[in-house]
Structure formats: structure tokens, C-alpha cells
């Protein structure tokens, strides 16, 4: 399992590089699958409760970590989520509103596959380089 | 595929191949990762969860049985639900249960926070399993001492008994052996078929703590007592992010009983959940506090939040849900191009104010410090939280710190946050090691919450010539309950927006979903359902209109919107919280909604001819993976003053461990919900909550509360079904229902809550 700024990354190779060639309804179907596989590793890293999805949530759309005493950082506060997920997991998990907002975008996309290929493709490719962009402003990523 | 040869879908997903591009990003390193599958809801909380025997059951010689419960009890009546599940596995008998409240301590019990509605739908069975492991330890010692195998053992109602032998032993008999042994392996155990059950699903089993409620015994924070004990009240900030610059605690000390006066800083932005800081005033007795913190004549500087303002505040909203620059969180379609060319187009606002928790029972806390040790009681839904945050401000590992939990006066997850217990743990190092209790009155209750949300949520929609929505826009302006926990994110959490906004399963073949900017100025929190209500009441309230301009029957018209019975993926939707829960596991299914729709409306006899100025009101709304709807009966008299004669709710929540329970969390969510429509508010100036107490901030009572709550519990006999929430799910579709009856029997539509007056002109 690999963190989701990877898998944007390989998209983005993947549908940038392969424009011409492709139907959207190929880049579609494989922004689908990255997606489906984001937005389940982002719920399975919630617990279920409002404390801790808002502190991780609002945290990782930040880019910000939990506050200590003094108000100093702290690495890993004992009441967060503790790693039972795969190594490799809790840098996709944060990036729930990163999916949300490209699944929007890859929607947007579908709204014009098979009237405007290429506006269809371009509005993928857009919708990528804008999260990987904002991806590289993430501290620590 | 041939554009797709050198980047397969899998290899995208894993990492794999792509050549030299993908391993410029990187990317081989990750591949070597072994593939785990996800963990979800129980699976995946903070410490996981439980199910060892030795750590929830404890049987003393005379057979009584202890259940250790480490969910908070404040009303909802999980305490008896636990001790249910574990006492039905057990075999026990339930007059020789008891409960025990855990303290705070994750690593042993599993997760403590209270919140979520999932206490059941995460421990049913790992408490069932803790049961039954249990009873098959008492088996395996009553056949070691009887010299007979297991199998021909059973245990019954308290009772081990051996056919051939004719043997019997009493649980307390067979306890200390069976504490000796072995704890069967999960995957051996074998729990009970739901038609064996003696007391799970039953409803006539009762609530645990009832005596002690009934006779003044049970403890709450407020009730929490130790020798030597002094008294704390705190004079806060009254904006949020202000301090105090002077205080007269001269003027304070010269009360008769008051000990100290103590500074609080405030703590930095943003807080999570640290005290707001200001000045304390530790006495002998409550009153003496409350005197002298009277007397402070405190000097404030308010700080960037003195300007809030919340008429203002509305308008910033309200040009926020109207502009187009928000995030766009859910795009199916193409809603945008929809509207454009609409002939009939519907748009509204709504406005939902500041709400705040104001449990029965204020926030309280003793604490006391000694031997490098504090032990804490308090009346918190967040153990553990409480334990970590006091460990830090103290400076003490949290394995030093002990937190007691005590019976909430209700909660609402005002008290999921800990800034109150952390006040007392402060104040007694103050008062070097002093046991000392802090206490909130009503009105730093509601001057000093964890709101809320205020939000405007604006909708439009396209109907196409039969009255059908074909597109949907919703916009939904509020500051998020993130702005606590870091620097002001401005735009709501995908966890909030997951709640009943991007995960909105109406059959609309365009829908598109926006979230503006907007700054928190205050201190936002999670309040009972959280952002179901704003989303639910906007979007029902919005369907009624729909349903009105196309000249249809409500009922039929939502139905017609939700669509056939179909089960959709939430991720499909773009929720990427879906409760926690597997998505596979957990579908929005839209059978289940409409079926409680159909329920509630046939039992309130939807359609049926009414007295002028008196209607039926009708909403629905899943969240916390069950489905609810709700009718309400409304008259208007003349003067514009509401009553509700009649409520009928209905709620699928799967299986029905506790129906007593389903019953009173859905006749609390009736009644709360009531005051949401009708009189609740907090408002700000100048930055303060202009609300005292219940004199300016009603609550219904009882002669303003729904006079009859019919609760229909729908399904429930599947006990292969998942479970669903209780607590929470109950209260969003209740204050559209009644502000949709309000329509029907007046033709006035309230888009602003709650209703106050606003029928009076």
C-alpha cells in the first residue's frame, strides 16, 4: 500500500503521458480505482468518533501536529489513532479532503467524457497537478 | 488498454512498474510494503478493542457477577446495555449483576471516548465474546472439578449443572478456578443463537442505575467528594483568545471561606481542549467562590474575537454561501450547466444559530495531587483524553494520573472535552495538592461551550415539467469544529461534510456540493449529531418547498426523490468517513430509509384530514449508519405560539440490543430537537454569548414538550446485520419535520432557527 501523494503522482504520470492516446473513459475508470482505495484507506483510519476524526482531519489538512503542553508540538499524542494499519497507511489516511476534492474533480471530468474527450482529460490532469501542487506545500510530505 | 501499457490500473495502485517515471517518484521502496487488508469501526478505534474476560467480569464467591463498564454513562443507558450483552453470554442472572465503572485507561479497556454513537455497534460483541469466553471458564472448572468432560457441563442462569451426575455448583462456587484457566481463544468460542437470548432485545430489562438515580445515590461530577475538600470557581475570558489584564484579588480575598486567588493563563491558539484561562477563586465553600469571584472586578482584553458579532456574522455567511469560490466537495453531473438553463428554478437559505450542549448537569471536577499521584473524578466522555492532557500539564506520566469516571448529567459531547478537569488538576498543584472541585454554574456553561457550529446552508435546485429535481446545489458556510484543533482551517473536515451533505443519497442525476471559506470566532465543538443537523434541516426543509412548488403530496414526493431501493457505495458519493465503518459493510441504503418514512407516515395517519392551523410535518435523515424519520404534529394558535400534540418517530438501527434504551434516546432526540425548531439559541456581541441562563436560553420543559412521542423501532431481527448508532441518529430529521408542519398548517416558512417569534407578526 503506498501513500496517496504516490498514487496522484502515478496518475498524474499516467494521464498526463498517456492524453492522446486514451479514451477519459480509461483515465476515468483508473482515477476511479485510486480513488475507491484512497477514500476507504481515510475512513478505515477514522474511528467512528467526532474527537479524534476532527483533530486527525483537521491536522492533516493543516499540515499542522497535535499541541503539547506549552504548546509545542507533540510527535504523537496518546489519545490519537495508534498505527494499527499497515506501514506506509497514516499519510494516505490524511489526505481524506484531498480525495474528496479530486473525486469532485474526476466527476466534473465525467460529466464531459464522450461530449469533450479532451476537456475531460485536461480537467484530470488539472485536477492532479492542482493536488500535487498542494501536496508539495504539505509540511513533511 | 494499449495507452494504458506502461502504467497498468494495479500497477498505479501499488506502486508497481511504470519504469523509470515511477521510480523517479520513489515508488519501489513503498512496493515492497506486504498489502494488509483495512481495518474499519471497532477494528480500527485508538487501542482497538477488548474482549478479554479477566479485564470486564469479575464473580465474587456469593456469585455476584461485577461487569466493568469503560463507556461513559450519561443517560443513554450503555452501562446496562454492556452488562446486558455480557450477562446474556454469561448466563447470568441479572439480579446478581452488577456494574463497575472503569477508570480511564485505554490500553486495558480499548477505546473510552463516548462519542459517535458507537458504544454498542463497536463493543456488542466483543462483549458478547468477553461473556462468553467466561461462562466457558466456569464450565471447564466445574468438569476439572467434577472429573466429567465440558461438553456434558452447562451453565444456566447462574447455575453449573451435570446431567449424569446430578451436580450443581453456583458461579461463585467455580469462580476462583475458573479465574486459574486458560482464556479460550477467540475463534473457539460459540455465542448464543438470538433465540436464546434471556436478555438482549428484551424490553422490560431496565436501566442498571435507576435505583441509585431514584434514591440520590448515584454519583455524579457534581456529587464528587473528598476530605478537605475546597471549592473553585473560575472566572474566564469572556471571548474566546482574551485575558484578563487586571483583577482585584484583595477585594476577593476579604470574602469570608475564600482560600486564593489564581491566575490561569490562557492557553495558546488553537487551544484543543485546554482551559480558556482567567482567574480562580478557590474558597471553602461554592458560594464563598462565587462571592469572591464577584469581587475581582476584572479588567479584559478581548483579544481578535471582541468584534464577533453574530447578526454580522450571518451576513458573512450568508455572502459566503452565495459566492462560488467554496471547495467543491461532491460533483456528480453537471448541476452548474442544469441551473443555468432552468425554467423552474427553486432557491432558499437557511439558518441554523449557535447551539450549546448545556447538559442538566454543568461541568464539574474534583482533583487532588499527592505522592507525585492525581486522581481525578470527573463526569467526562473522554477518559483517557482527560488522562493525557492532565499527565501533560502536570508533568507526570498519564500512568500517574487517575481518572474516575462518575455518572454525566447528561453530555451531548460538551463533556468530551476536559478543560474542566484540567481546571481542578491545576488548581489543586496550586493549592499543593489540595483536593479541590471545580464547579460551573449554568451560566459559565453556556458563556464558555464548545458550540455548535453557526451556518448558513444555501440550496438551489432545477425541477424539471413533472416537479422532479434534476439538479441539486448546496452550499454550506460554517466555521468547522477543526478550528480547535489547528490553526484555522476555515472550510469544514471531510468527517463533517460526511455528515448527510456529501453522502446525501437522493437520486438526482446532478448534484454538486460547495464549502465555502469561513473563519471560526469562537470555540466550535461537537454538540449531539453533530453536522447532521444543519445538513438535514436545510435539505428537508428544502424537499418540502420542492415538494410544494411541484403541487405534490410531501411524503410521496420524498420518497420519489430518495429513489428505489438501492444500496450505494459512500465512497462513490465522496464521503471519506462513512462513520468510521466499512463501506462494503455499511452501503447507504436507501430501502432501510424509505421503509422508516413508511413506517412513521402510516402510523401518524399522513394524509388524513386536519383542524385549520394543525398539520403533519414530515423529514428523514440517515446518519451514524442508521435511518430515521420523523412526523411531527403541529398546531399554530393565533398568536403565533406552537405546540406539538404529537411526535412519531421511526429508526432502523439494525439489531435492537436495548429497545427500552432505542425508545428513550429517540424520545430525547424529539424533545431536543423541539427546542432546536422552536426556542434554542446562542447568540454573540462584542464577542460574548449573550445567553445566561435558561431564562434566555429555553430548553423545552414540560409544558412546551412534544405531550406524545410515539417511537416505531423498525427491522431489528436480523442479529446478523450490523449494528447502527442510537444516540445521535435520532435528533436531525425532528426539527425539519416540525418547521415543515408549520408550513402545512400556516403556510409560513421558517428558514431561519429557531422559530422564536417569528410566527408572532
Keep these: 500500500m503506498i501513500p496517496f501523494r504516490f498514487a496522484l503522482g502515478a496518475a498524474f504520470v499516467a494521464v498526463s503521458t498517456t492524453m492522446a492516446a486514451a479514451d477519459c473513459a480509461e483515465h476515468l475508470a483508473l482515477m476511479d480505482e485510486v480513488l475507491d482505495q484512497a477514500s476507504r484507506e481515510s475512513i478505515a483510519a477514522s474511528s467512528g468518533g467526532q474527537g479524534v476524526a476532527g483533530a486527525r482531519e483537521a491536522r492533516a489538512m493543516t499540515g499542522t501536529e497535535a499541541p503539547g503542553n506549552d504548546g509545542t508540538a507533540t510527535d504523537t499524542p496518546p489519545d490519537e489513532p495508534q498505527p494499527t494499519q499497515a506501514p506506509g497507511h497514516a499519510p494516505v489516511a490524511e489526505a481524506g479532503d484531498r480525495v474528496q476534492t479530486l473525486r469532485a474533480k474526476v466527476d466534473e471530468a465525467r460529466a464531459l467524457a464522450g461530449q469533450d474527450e479532451a476537456a475531460c482529460r485536461e480537467t484530470l490532469v488539472t485536477g492532479l497537478r492542482e493536488l500535487l501542487s498542494g501536496e508539495e506545500e504539505q509540511p513533511g510530505s | ?761
Aim: overall charge negative; aromatic content about 6%; hydrophobic content about 40%.
Design chain 2, 1 to 761: 488498454m494499449a495507452a494504458l501499457e506502461n502504467v497498468s490500473r494495479r500497477a498505479v495502485l501499488l506502486g508497481l512498474g511504470a519504469g523509470a517515471l515511477v521510480l523517479s517518484l520513489g515508488l519501489p521502496s513503498l512496493a515492497q510494503e506486504p498489502e494488509e487488508p483495512l481495518k474499519f469501526g471497532a477494528d480500527a478505534m485508538p487501542n482497538g478493542w477488548r474482549d478479554d474476560p479477566r479485564i470486564f467480569i469479575s464473580i465474587d464467591p456469593d456469585g455476584t457477577v461485577t461487569v466493568t463498564v469503560h463507556r461513559s454513562e450519561m443517560g443513554q443507558g450503555v452501562r446496562t446495555s454492556i452488562a446486558m450483552a455480557i450477562a446474556d453470554e454469561l448466563e447470568a442472572d441479572w439480579n446478581r449483576v452488577r456494574v463497575a465503572q472503569a477508570q480511564a485507561d485505554e490500553p486495558t479497556f480499548g477505546n473510552q471516548d463516548t462519542d459517535g454513537s458507537r458504544s454498542l455497534r463497536h463493543f456488542f460483541e466483543p462483549m458478547r465474546r468477553a461473556g462468553a469466553a467466561a461462562r466457558l471458564m466456569l464450565r471447564e472448572a466445574a468438569a476439572d472439578e467434577w472429573s466429567v468432560p465440558v461438553e456434558e457441563v452447562v451453565a444456566e442462569n447462574h447455575v453449573l449443572s451435570h446431567a449424569a451426575s446430578g451436580k450443581q455448583a453456583g458461579y461463585g462456587d467455580m469462580a476462583a478456578r475458573a479465574a486459574e484457566g486458560e482464556v479460550p481463544a477467540r475463534e473457539t468460542l460459540v455465542l448464543k443463537s438470538p433465540d436464546r437470548f434471556r436478555y438482549i432485545g428484551r424490553e422490560d430489562v431496565g436501566l442498571i442505575d435507576n435505583p441509585g438515580i431514584v434514591t440520590g445515590t448515584a454519583i455524579y461530577g457534581m456529587d464528587a467528594k473528598a476530605e478537605g475538600m475546597l471549592f473553585a470557581v473560575v472566572a474566564r475570558p469572556p471571548v474566546v483568545g482574551g485575558r484578563a489584564v487586571s483583577h482585584d484579588a484583595e477585594a476577593a480575598m476579604k470574602v469570608p471561606g475564600v482560600q486564593r486567588v489564581v491566575m490561569i493563563d490562557p492557553p495558546p491558539q488553537p487551544s484543543e481542549f485546554q482551559p480558556l484561562g482567567g482567574v480562580a477563586v478557590i474558597a471553602t465553600n461554592t458560594w464563598a467562590a462565587m462571592r469572591g469571584r464577584d469581587a475581582l472586578n476584572i479588567r479584559w482584553e478581548d483579544g481578535p474575537h471582541g468584534t464577533y458579532d453574530s447578526e454580522a456574522f450571518k451576513a458573512e455567511l450568508e455572502q459566503a454561501a452565495r459566492s462560488t469560490d467554496g471547495t467543491v466537495v461532491r460533483n456528480q453531473g453537471d448541476a452548474l450547466a442544469a441551473l443555468q438553463t432552468a425554467q423552474r428554478r427553486v432557491e432558499a437559505e437557511y439558518y441554523i444559530p449557535h447551539l450549546a450542549q448545556a447538559p442538566m448537569e454543568a461541568p464539574a471536577a474534583l482533583a487532588m495531587i499527592r505522592d507525585g499521584r492525581c486522581e481525578v473524578w470527573a463526569c467526562v466522555q473522554a477518559p483517557q483524553v482527560t488522562r493525557v492532557r492532565i499527565a501533560e500539564k502536570l508533568g507526570l506520566p498519564p500512568e500517574a494520573v487517575t481518572v474516575n469516571v462518575t455518572l454525566l448529567g447528561g453530555g451531548f459531547g460538551r463533556k468530551s472535552k476536559p478543560d474542566f478537569a484540567i481546571e481542578a488538576a491545576l488548581l489543586s498543584r496550586e493549592m499543593d495538592g489540595a483536593p479541590v472541585k471545580v464547579v460551573w454554574t449554568r451560566d459559565d456553561d453556556l458563556h464558555h461551550s464548545f458550540y455548535h457550529t453557526v451556518s448558513v446552508e444555501r440550496l438551489e435546485a432545477r425541477l424539471d415539467d413533472s416537479g422532479r429535481p434534476v439538479a441539486w446545489l448546496h452550499r454550506t458556510a460554517a466555521p468547522t469544529i477543526g478550528s480547535i484543533f489547528a490553526p484555522d482551517p476555515m472550510q469544514k473536515l471531510p468527517f463533517e461534510l460526511g455528515m448527510g451533505l456529501t453522502n446525501m443519497p437522493l437520486d438526482i442525476p446532478n448534484v454538486r456540493a460547495e464549502n465555502p471559506k469561513a473563519q471560526a470566532h469562537t470555540r466550535i465543538g461537537w454538540y449531539r449529531s453533530v453536522s447532521n443537523i444543519p445538513h438535514a434541516f436545510a435539505i428537508q426543509s428544502f424537499i418540502a418547498e420542492l415538494a410544494h412548488e411541484a403541487g405534490r403530496d410531501h411524503r410521496d414526493y420524498l420518497l420519489d426523490v430518495i429513489g428505489p431501493a438501492r444500496k450505494i457505495d459512500p465512497t462513490e458519493l465522496g464521503d471519506v468517513w462513512n462513520y468510521g465503518e466499512d463501506p462494503a459493510r455499511y452501503p447507504v441504503d436507501t430501502g432501510r430509509l424509505r421503509r422508516v418514512i413508511e413506517t412513521v407516515t402510516e402510523a401518524a395517519g399522513w394524509g388524513r384530514d386536519m383542524p385549520a392551523r394543525r398539520a403533519l410535518g414530515l423529514a428523514a435523515h440517515y446518519s451514524f449508519v442508521s435511518y430515521v424519520a420523523v412526523v411531527a404534529e403541529v398546531e399554530v394558535d393565533e398568536t403565533g405560539e406552537v405546540r406539538i400534540p404529537v411526535a412519531h418517530i421511526a429508526i432502523d438501527c439494525g439489531p435492537h440490543v436495548n429497545p427500552d434504551r432505542i425508545r428513550s434516546q429517540m424520545e430525547g432526540a424529539v424533545i431536543m430537537g423541539s427546542g432546536q425548531a422552536l426556542m434554542s439559541q446562542i447568540t454573540f456581541a462584542q464577542g460574548r454569548a449573550q445567553q445566561n441562563n435558561f431564562d434566555s436560553y429555553p430548553v423545552p420543559r414540560m409544558d412546551t414538550a412534544p405531550r406524545e412521542i410515539h417511537v416505531h423501532l423498525v427491522g431489528g431481527e436480523d442479529y446478523g446485520q450490523p449494528l447502527g448508532g442510537v444516540g445521535e441518529p435520532g435528533l436531525p430529521p425532528v426539527t425539519p419535520a416540525i418547521i415543515n408542519a408549520i408550513f402545512a398548517a400556516t403556510g409560513q416558512r421558517i428558514r431561519r432557527l429557531p422559530v422564536g417569534n417569528q410566527l408572532s407578526s
